[in-house]
């Protein structure tokens, strides 16, 4: 189980996502979180008539709310039962629809840039869980995606690029992943 200074982190890292209100549901990151899972995506979203936060790993999404009459509430959507992963984007926020097992999820008032990123995780860890790497095979750190995006995510948190550079940078790595 990460520490909860572990997990803030990684939230840290997504300059998308509004800390402000989330306090509660991320204390709770490190209970539902497994010791190995990382986050790489994170954004807050309308689902079921209330504001969740929503975070995608390599291998899930989960959809954690605190209310003040109800304990926390968890939902988990496992990647590999997404069929599809789109997103609409309005003039003020968008929209990240997910195919799940036929069933359509539907999470609104996200943030323009959370909507689009979300969804292209979700779609490199679908890509990633459909075609596995073999099991003695390691990835090499300088072609890993993920490390790429780590890396300029961490160059972002330290204001050594701009949120301009940041886009087109994730932008050019994941056009150059999926060909």
Not at 2 to 12: H, I, S
Not at 24 to 38: G, I, M, N, T, W
Not at 60 to 70: A, E, M, P, Q, T
């Amino acid at each position: 189980m990460p520490t909860f200074e572990e997990v803030r982190e990684q939230l840290a890292e997504f300059h998308t996502f509004n800390h402000t209100g989330f306090g509660k549901e991320a204390r709770y990151l490190p209970q539902v979180l497994s010791p190995d899972e990382r986050i790489y995506a994170c954004a807050r979203g309308f689902v079921d008539n209330a504001t969740w936060m929503i975070v995608c790993t390599g291998t899930r999404i989960i959809l954690l709310y605190k209310g003040i009459f109800v304990g926390l509430k968890v939902k988990e959507i496992p990647l590999n039962s997404i069929s599809s992963a789109t997103y609409a984007i309005g003039r003020v926020s968008g929209a990240v629809t997910l195919v799940v097992n036929g069933s359509e999820v539907i999470i609104t008032h996200v943030n323009k840039d959370a909507a689009k990123w979300l969804v292209d995780v979700v779609r490199w860890a679908y890509e990633h869980l459909s075609n596995p790497i073999a099991p003695f095979a390691q990835p090499d750190p300088a072609n890993d995606l993920i490390s790429k995006l780590e890396r300029i995510g961490r160059l972002h948190k330290r204001g050594l690029i701009t949120d301009a550079q940041l886009e087109e940078q994730r932008e050019r790595l994941l056009a150059n992943h999926r060909h």
